[in-house]
């Protein structure tokens, strides 16, 4: 009997084997058919086709629309890409100090690091880089403008400024760049810490030890931990900072992924700052991936109570993997689980709708429930819930277009350059204001294009070859501008806020703009209130 079971078991091993080296080698067979289709296609097509063909700018856009089915956080990554994407995990490079927008004009200066080279070189936000070194930046791509400010410290650079039409020549030298992912700290008053965290470089965590200690030192008791904004990062960073506030050797996170080794359990390894100040932790629609990991992971634990909007829902884990030439690919490798068990992943890209390109929500299915540390009811599918919610408008799609575009720069640019004398304390953007800004969207604006009005001008350019412009089209024209200024003024305390937050730092830099927040924020005010009322505070995380 022994015996006739163990060759049963052999030949079911025996079995099991042929039928893996079977489909590996036929998997095998196929990713090689494919690729050699593939140098076949492109070595033809290179010999024999009418034009010159650029074989790096072929293969790159082939790589990449091969990829963009996936998920967005998956992508192929040339030379350049792969820098960019070590100074966002490191936070240092070699450079000038700015954040740019890169255009067919040149280099736009966005944003000017206090005290770094470009500030000390008088640059200007709204500057347009038109030359370096002689060479001219018109009509560049993407890829060669993002290199040009870039290099080794100290390197001179002599560059063409376009300030307002006129040109300056500027000097410029290279410095050593350290992106503070805690760009501010301080005291909201005596008792009431204020620490705000930008993105998970690998600087994140000690940056924020740093800002607690020193808050500590000041008669810190209440802390608002401001994560408003933050896009995410390191998943390790996010680790540390959870471990800060919960006891040592607390489950963390989770991640699930196709292949063992991507399916871990992180517990915080180290021993906590303090597990019992009062903390409130402020997320929004733009808090994503490992802001999601720390705020999850304080809600579950009960140690925060989570404070704003839903925050942005993904749920996925990248790593990066070397390529040949220095290129490298960041995949998507597992699904993250805060210590309830919630997957918090809002899109479902498996699901994408073939046809239109949609991608469903897992919100808008069947979502579970979870339970806190007390018993709390927490659910997956789609961010993590406030426990405080503010009551901010929804945007619509005007708005959410509106954002996405340069819009909301150029009036804040032009705005600051005709009023030379804003208050850093009192600013308000007010109602007065906020008509300047819809006026400029009917008279100046041409970035902020609905979906509307770029149907109707396709329409209309298909019918009137000629390209006359007639009294009904500019009526028309007008008409669909006043509607999107109806749509936008739903969310006019949100547009209101972002310009009002763009205005002050263009003046007063980064640090100016949260001491600024400090004192006209509605949602760090709310969240000051329920620090001092302890006993409310305690109720939110208990179980009712």
Do not use: W
């Not at 942005?312 to 998507?332: D, H, N, S």
């Not at 009192?426 to 009917?442: C, E, I, P, R, V």
Request: aromatic share 10%.
């Amino acid at each position: 009997m022994r015996k006739q079971f163990k060759k049963q078991l052999f030949v079911g091993f025996l079995l099991t084997a042929i039928v893996v080296s079977f489909s590996f080698k036929s998997k095998f067979f196929e990713i090689a058919k494919q690729l050699e289709i593939y140098t076949t296609l492109f070595k033809e097509l290179n010999i024999n086709y009418v034009n010159e063909i650029n074989p790096a700018e072929f293969t790159n856009k082939a790589i990449k629309n091969t990829l963009k089915n996936l998920d967005p956080y998956t992508n192929f990554y040339n030379e350049q890409d792969v820098e960019d994407a070590r100074i966002r995990r490191e936070g240092e490079y070699g450079g000038i100090g700015v954040s740019v927008y890169y255009t067919k004009q040149g280099i736009i200066l966005s944003k000017i690091n206090k005290g770094d080279p470009a500030d000390k070189a008088g640059l200007k936000v709204g500057d347009v880089i038109t030359k370096i070194d002689d060479f001219s930046l018109l009509n560049l791509e993407r890829d060669i403008l993002s290199s040009q400010l870039k290099g080794v410290p100290n390197t001179k650079k002599s560059l063409i400024i376009n300030r307002k039409g006129t040109f300056i020549p500027v000097e410029i030298t290279l410095g050593n760049i350290t992106v503070n992912p805690v760009p501010f700290f301080d005291m909201i008053d005596e008792q009431t810490g204020y620490i705000v965290l930008t993105r998970f470089n690998a600087k994140a965590s000690k940056e924020v030890k740093k800002a607690f200690k020193t808050l500590k030192k000041k008669g810190m008791t209440k802390l608002v931990f401001d994560l408003r904004y933050n896009p995410g990062g390191s998943l390790y960073e996010s680790i540390n900072i959870v471990n800060f506030f919960v006891p040592k050797g607390s489950v963390v996170v989770k991640t699930r992924g196709k292949i063992k080794k991507n399916s871990r359990t992180y517990k915080g390894n180290k021993e906590p700052l303090d597990l019992e100040i009062p903390i409130v932790v402020l997320v929004n629609g733009r808090s994503a991936s490992a802001s999601e990991i720390v705020s999850g992971g304080l809600q579950d634990y009960d140690r925060a109570v989570i404070m704003g909007e839903r925050s942005f829902g993904k749920g996925l884990v990248q790593r990066y993997f070397k390529l040949t030439y220095g290129t490298q690919l960041k995949a998507t490798i597992s699904k993250y689980y805060t210590p309830s068990g919630r997957c918090i992943q809002e899109l479902d890209y498996a699901n994408r709708d073939v046809k239109t390109g949609k991608v469903p929500k897992f919100s808008d299915g069947t979502v579970s429930s979870f339970k806190t540390q007390n018993g709390r009811t927490v659910y997956d599918g789609g961010g993590v819930m406030p426990d405080v919610k503010m009551n901010f408008s929804k945007q619509t799609d005007a708005t959410k277009i509106l954002l996405r575009s340069r819009t909301l720069f150029n009036f804040s640019t032009d705005f600051v350059a005709k009023n030379s004398s804003i208050n850093k304390e009192n600013f308000s953007f007010s109602d007065a204001n906020f008509k300047q800004f819809t006026n400029y969207l009917l008279t100046k604006d041409t970035l902020f294009v609905t979906q509307q009005e770029k149907l109707f001008q396709k329409a209309y350019a298909s019918v009137d070859k000629k390209g006359r412009v007639t009294d009904n089209y500019q009526k028309i024209i007008q008409a669909l501008k006043k509607e999107k200024i109806n749509e936008i003024n739903k969310n006019k305390d949100i547009i209101s806020k972002l310009l009002e937050d763009k205005i002050v730092a263009q003046v007063f830099y980064e640090e100016g703009k949260y001491a600024h927040q400090l004192k006209k924020d509605k949602t760090i005010k709310k969240a000051v209130q329920l620090l001092k009322n302890q006993q409310k505070y305690r109720k939110i995380l208990s179980l009712n």
